[in-house]
């Protein structure tokens, strides 16, 4: 795909200073930049890049126009660099990724029950009674079971997987070979071996989710497991039976979370943490990558180690467990001078 | 689905007290109960809520029934209101996921043998000369490579991939894109680069086992990779070659197990647990979450951090851990003192 | 399959002693070896099995002849046992694993170009623009997005997903499941919610790369996440966006690697290891399993801990860790001659 200056600034309600029909078609980093990509200029300290860059197209905020511009490349000028260089290349991303139509062949119950402007990938298989609203995209190999309802403009990846009976909101991103709604983890001890507990509930899955790869969340035993609003989760995380995740909570990969932990809004997790079952986790909670969360943690508190404490709290300790042999042998000196 | 209580009293050898007609389509708990909803007295701390309960049936044991029910919803009576409230779960779940016949298009070799009964989803694969036995689900997407034997009764989830040689027992659980019998990780080194160890043994897998999504359960290099009878696993758990898991050992979810590794019967493993490889861990041993195992375990030990070490032993030494500052602190005031 | 002495002596060059015609089906280990199998001889210390096997035939160095032959089983005479048998494991793989053909039905764009002797498995999609060499094998359910470029002599497994626009050079294995290319966990906090910083890059992967099942390699957000030549990573591994893994680089299970970072070459990472963002760790080092790495690291350094700091220094103090309850207790009582 090839624009325009001229076109981009049409998209972005910016102003051209340079040759308005120099042409683009891929984006760069402007001190990677190379003839025929996009860049933008963004902030201060990349002002140097703007007269050595080989960019095609500059997008530069309004404050930043140098004074002469005779030897720079084509600028597009907007109020905010950034947020305008975002804007287009979501533009860009869903042409790219723009599908639609039903492929041949897919499975669809007589029950289903289809919006508009949908694409249906080939070998995707769409279950009894499942509702798909207006410009959802699924992609080949998808699995949707019996009575799912997945709201409009989602995207599910290839291969990802909806159990029977959970619901997904609208403008939902869940990527490829995702596992929504599983089997809970319950058991039953007897002498004679592990029963199995029936997982009954659903997952719901609330507006403007994200979810990556590979990642697994759990059906409730009962009830619901939920992910609320503006969630985003990276790849390879298990969410399990009757979680809660609180709205615009972010968290990084292969973090665990065990059944029924209810966490707050704007919570930040890094990766590889893992979060004890049946606990409270506040607002606005910050947990390193790799922590042990094993006790509720209040609201704004931010979190580190194994298991997780204070964050400058186990900093400190670590300071001093790596200094734990000298510290031993001071021990010592003490205690042979008192010996004498 | 509805259900009356007559008909539930029916399915659990129960006594109606109250109306036996009521209605109930789904389930709750007592906390919660709505009208149509079916719950069950848990024990003796619950009875507050029966009376306040909108439940429409409560299951209830033979010795908690109250003196005067006249205010109270319909109760069925039975021996363990638990264990019939579970009987009733997994009839409800059998129902409600019941499928059967083959669905239209799937790739089934001329050579695999399928038994009666069975459920095949579409585009789910099944090689040359693999054996299916009664009752089993097939679900859409599901991939069996050449020579796989399933037992009866099992449920191989969407998108689950077995590859050929593997062997599954009876009424096995596998769920959605969980992978067996993937490559062992075996590399030569070579002055030039690895070069791959052929990994040409299976995995088998006895009665009983439930594994959860997305986990990987690599083939044996030589041998077999075995996860006996009634072991469950969680979700996103690795399993590599050659290792063996014991009889109704239970693994959270995340968990590793390096290598060659042998784990007991009857074991418990926390979530994000690490098992170094060719170690022999006991019966009964419990070893904690995240925590990292890196020696043989005898026998109903129990086992906690980084590196992992008797689970009481690393709790007093982290209360010190937290402490070191001040610790450090004191060691300092005794060294100026014995300056001075 | 079977096989006879003389048969496999003529794959790996070596001289039957014993009888010729002795047919193999299968392989054992040395110390276990039944009827009908092919072992070898592993070292000197295997020695003692050499008289005691029941596998008919062994494979044996030339240097580890014993004087008195006519108890033993056939054997057949090579400069290195091992590597002969790796070379026959790999022979015999590649016949066991051997597909050609397109079996029906899939899904091949109209502009995707396909090379020559190719396995394309039912149900898997190959999207518009892709390019697959000759003598690949795609098992079935495998996705391919558009614009995506296989090389030859590859494995993709049963439903791997490759997204859109990545690369994947010669003699590449990607096993059942693994996503490349998802979306990097790229958003930008506003007061109302995340929101997405599209994901416009893709990932190259170099010749002789091996992925393990249910991986996960997120596409650059601008530019490349890049796998170099002979690197081999296990299963339910995280790479995340902008990452870059040298050369002959190896990967145990279940680790994570934060965005932007870059791993040199000949680098040993143990499993559930977390390395964070924007990191640069140099050639041939060696991080410990379930290492947190939150620093740069030097060529050859070898790390341990959570956070991560020298192997040696975080055992010496990991010791001291566990003694910590009798040093308090020798501190108290320093304390208390003092206080007297």
């Given amino acids: 795909m090839e624009f325009s200056a001229e076109q981009i600034a049409d998209l972005v309600n910016g102003i051209v200073i340079g040759d308005p029909t120099v042409i683009v078609s891929y984006i760069s980093k402007i001190e990677d930049g190379t003839p025929g990509t996009l860049t933008f ?5 990349y002002q140097n890049y703007l007269k050595d860059t080989k960019a095609s197209i500059v997008l530069i905020s309004e404050n930043f126009i140098p004074k002469d511009t005779s030897e720079l ?19 860009y991303n869903d042409l790219r990724t723009h599908k639609t139509g039903i492929e041949d062949p897919v499975f669809i119950s007589k029950s289903a029950i289809l919006g508009q402007d949908l694409y249906v990938g080939a070998f995707s298989y769409i279950g009894n009674n499942v509702k798909i609203n207006d410009h959802t995209k699924i992609f080949p190999q998808a699995y949707i079971g019996d ?6 403009n989602c995207y599910i990846g290839p291969g990802a997987k909806i159990y029977n009976d959970c619901t997904i ?22 002498a004679e071996g592990y ?13 403007d989710v994200e979810v990556g790869s590979n990642c697994t969340i759990d059906r409730a035993t ?3 497991t939920i992910i609320r609003k503006g969630v985003k989760l990276d ?12 709205e615009h909570t972010v968290v990084a990969a292969q973090t665990g979370i065990a059944g029924s932990t209810k966490i707050g809004n704007w919570v930040m ?19 390193q990558g790799q922590s042990g969360v094993m006790a509720d943690v209040e609201n704004h508190k931010r979190l580190f180690g194994y298991p997780a404490i204070d964050y400058l709290k186990y900093q400190k300790s670590f300071i001093y467990f790596k200094d734990l042999p000298k510290l031993v042998s001071r021990l010592k000196k003490i205690e042979e001078k008192l010996d004498k």
């Fill in 269 to 287: 997790i890094g990766g590889q943490a893992g979060i004890a079952g049946h606990l409270k986790i506040g607002d606005r909670v910050i947990i």
């Fill in 147 to 152: 009575n799912v309802t997945i709201g409009e």
């Fill in 169 to 190: 909101g609208n403008r939902c991103v869940i990527h490829a070979g995702t596992v929504v709604g599983g089997d809970g983890f319950g058991f039953e001890p007897l």
């Fill in 73 to 91: 490349p084509t600028m597009i000028v907007v109020k905010d660099a950034y947020a305008s260089f975002n804007q287009l290349l979501r533009y």
């Fill in 222 to 224: 009962i009830g619901s």
């Fill in 235 to 246: 790849n390879l995380i298990q969410v399990a039976h009757n979680v809660e995740i609180g």
């Fill in 41 to 45: 200029l963004g902030g201060e300290k």
């Fill in 195 to 207: 029963q199995k507990v029936p997982q009954l509930g659903n997952v719901i899955i609330e507006d």
